[in-house]
Structure formats: C-alpha cells, structure tokens
C-alpha cells in the first residue's frame, strides 16, 4: 500500500483557503489512511438543536467533507470532485460532544468515486451516531 | 382544505429560538400551505466554495428545514420529529444567488412523514439545483 | 419540444431482447414523451407479499426500468447506460393492482443522468406508493 | 451475545411460504449471526443484462432480503416489518456469478431498524459489487 497522496495538514490548509465553512462549523480533517479519512465537529453549541442535540445539518456537513478528503488521500487534492449524491441515517442523538466522521472510499473510478461514512461521538467509537453514502463525480482525466 | 397549522411568523420565531444554525446560515421560512413549506438561505461568502458555488452541506441544510416545516403545516410546530434520512441529488451550481428549498409532503402518517424537496436559485424557479428526499419519525402520539 | 427519440414499440422490443426479466415480472412501456417514461407492472401474485401487496423489490424493479426508459427518450436506446444508485422511499401498499411508474428525467449531463420517479396504482393516480430518485451513468460520448 | 432468534432453516422456510418471489429469483438464506444475515442469489440468465450481468433490481431485492432477515435475527421472523427506504449504489459489475448480500444491522428500535448491505461475487467477498443502507418499519409492540 502506498502513502496517501495527501497530508492533514495540507488538507487543514487547503479548508482554511477554499471551504470557508469548515472553520465556521469548527470542522478539520485529524486522520488520513490512503482511502480513508476522518474529519472532526468541534462541539459548539450554535450548530445544535435544543437539548445540545448536535443538528442533522453539521453530521451531513462532517460526512460530506470526510468523503471528499478520502478522494484525496488517492489522487490529491482536486478542488473540482463535485459531489453527486449524498444519503444520511440518523440513528442516536449526539450530544454536547465532539463527533468523528471517517469516510471509507469502496471505489474511485475514471468518473465516479464513492464512499461511506460512520459518524461517532469523539469519545465512544462504538456508538454509531449516523451513516452515510455518497457518490461523488470526478473531473476529466482520471484513470480507473 | 384546511389552513396551515401554523404562520410563516411563527416558524421564523421558532427557529430564532430553537435552530441557532438558522440564523448563523440566513436560513429563514418564505412561505407555508398546507403540507407544503418554502424555506430561503440568503446567499453568504461564508457557505460557498471558490468561485461563489453555495456548498452542498448548505443545500442539504436547506432541504432538511423545508421538510421540517412542511411537517409543522399539518400538526404544528412538533420540535421532536426527527429526521430519520435524507438525500440529495445535485444537479447544478447555485452561484452567488439565493437559493429556495420548497418541500412537499407525500406522506404524514402515525409514525413516520416522508417529503420531497426542490432546490431552485431564487431568481429561477424553473432551473432545479438539486432535489432531496427525506423520511422523519414522528413523537408518538399522532394520529393518521 | 422535439419528439421522443424511441417510441413506445422501440421500448418493449428492446426490453424483449435485452432484459428478460421485465417479460418475466410482467414489465412494459406503456408511455413516453420527452424526458417522461410511464412503464406497467401488470400484477401477478408470484411478485406479492401475503394479502396481494406488490413487494418491494418489483416496485424498485419498475421504478429503475421507468428511468432507463426516460433516458432513452433523450438520446436513444442506450443500453450501456448504467444506475449509479437508486433510492426509493416506501409510502402506502400496492394491493392486488397493476402499478405505473413514471419517471421525469431532470438531468441529462454528458456524464450523469438524474430522475425522479412516482409509483402509483393503475386506477388512483393520485395515491403515490411509492416514490424513487436515481442517478445513471452515462456511456462516453454524450454531450451536455 | 445470545443466539440469534432464528435459524437458516426457519428463515428458508419462512420465504418459501410467504415471498413467492425469492424461489422465482433463486434467493436464499445462507448464513445467520446476531444481527447480521448473508443471502444468496443463484446466478440464473433469466435476471441478467445482456453479457450475464446481473441486474440492478435482482441486486436490491438481494439486499432487501437480507435487511429482513438481519431484523429477524434479533426479534425473530416478523412478516409486518417494512421496507421504509431503500438506497443502493453499484460499484461493479456481478457477471455470471453467484452474488452473495450481507446485511450488519445497526440499529433495531422501538419503531425502526437500521442495517447497512455488502453485495460481492460468491467467489470474491472482497470485491464489492454493490453497498445498500435500508430502514424498516416495525409493528407496534416492540421494545427498545
């Protein structure tokens, strides 16, 4: 297996210049694994619902930055993979916590990636919060 | 056909006091008719990538309030329905406009509401952005 | 508005040919214009569950078929067209009827297809059973 | 961890009284655990695109099928659970093969279950043909 084609701190650096959101939401890539990636929502309690429910929003938000990470951690860091379709369950309240969301890349074609992605409370790997599956398009010119 | 079960006012008065996330995002209630709920994200720098795109984290943000509150216009505001999944297809960029989510509920039953949502610029109705679908759990209690 | 580009005859032809499964569970096309696909599942019990509710696994079969044939109406039968994913959300049970499907294409990309489609039973179009959204990959060559 | 609440046999015998449509498909149980279940599609022509490939609606009833009995291994054969939603994405082509679905249940409420499907040739569990997520209804009366 070879090194992931990207470093987290290149992909810290990379949300900072391009997805303001990533620092409004306190979101950060903290692991990377070729193919695989795990982003971070530090908890805060503007992105919750009442009871410090953290909102379906910011899960959907972690799990689509994590799939996109996981692409490039296989072909670096293309700004222009688009993402094509997302799915969410939500299965156990998050709350007043930290969440993980670790992508899983099961294929990274010449035109189509896809991923899952479980999403944990920081402290309880166990304890899936929500699961996604995404479908992302990928620019011109990448080789199966 | 019977009214609304509740105002656009006291939509907006509920997510000024229970959705933080709403206000952080310019995400308010337009419009409401019975089982259907138009919700507006107004357009923001900070919620897009390079070139103005509004990011799909934002899109399925949108969708996921306009699918709550077209829930609120058949039994009130019940800020305990959750929503179960969601998904959304991305069709085209939204590109430094305002962006419209408009869902409309196929199903409200004892136990489960299911709705369909349409993502449109503001300035276009007829140009579809991207579309969702999404299942929510009712508290119990509620009749069919 | 151009006309279709296959007609309703083309359809069912192909489907003889090439899918031997729409012969098997009673698969048709029954309807088509531009970008809209309508096909009939004709009700056989062998595709039921007890008390004559049309299983799930039909209803995705019809719904997927619906889609295909959408696409067709673009840009020809086009048999390397391929489903990325397919998504359908189950609403009220289909009991002891023929079903329709029908599929309203609301992306066709160079790459990428999109669409939603309805689920109803033959004699009550406006009692959805079911409802589908899928995305389709598209053979090389297809222009935007 | 105790037994799961069914056997094989009783899951085998269950389909062929009440889903017609698994002995037309040639789908079986094989496999059993405390929330997880493997059933397999025997590779028959009759549900194939040309060049043997099996068809995607053969590959979601497949994971439907397994979804079901995952539910059963935890609260038994319960014919009234129903499919709320289903999404499947396809990542490769199954020709001419055997295609096996294991489906990890994730959550089992009071209302609704939750599992994730792996869809891989017989021969290959480590080529993965197809991923579904699912969440089912269940009747009233179960517990938490």
């Not at 701190?9 to 903290?30: K, Q, R, W, Y």
């Not at 990274?108 to 166990?126: F, K, M, N, Q, W």
Request: charge should be negative; aromatic fraction near 10%.
């Amino acid at each position: 297996m070879t090194a992931p084609a990207v470093t987290v701190d290149e992909v810290n650096t990379f949300f900072a210049s391009d997805l303001p959101f990533c620092a409004e939401m306190g979101i950060s890539c903290v692991y990377i694994a070729p193919g695989v990636a795990t982003v971070r929502f530090d908890y805060d309690e503007r992105w919750t619902r009442p009871g410090g429910m953290v909102c379906g929003p910011t899960l959907m938000t972690l799990a689509d930055a994590a799939v996109y990470v996981a692409i490039f951690t296989r072909i670096g860091i293309v700004p222009l993979a688009v993402t094509n379709e997302l799915k969410m369950n939500f299965l156990r309240p998050a709350i007043g916590r930290d969440v993980l969301a670790t992508a899983t890349l099961h294929k990274i074609g010449r035109r189509v990636a896809y991923a899952s992605v479980d999403l944990t409370e920081d402290h309880d790997p166990d304890r899936l919060v929500a699961q996604a599956t995404s479908s992302y398009m990928l620019p011109d010119g990448f080789a199966d």
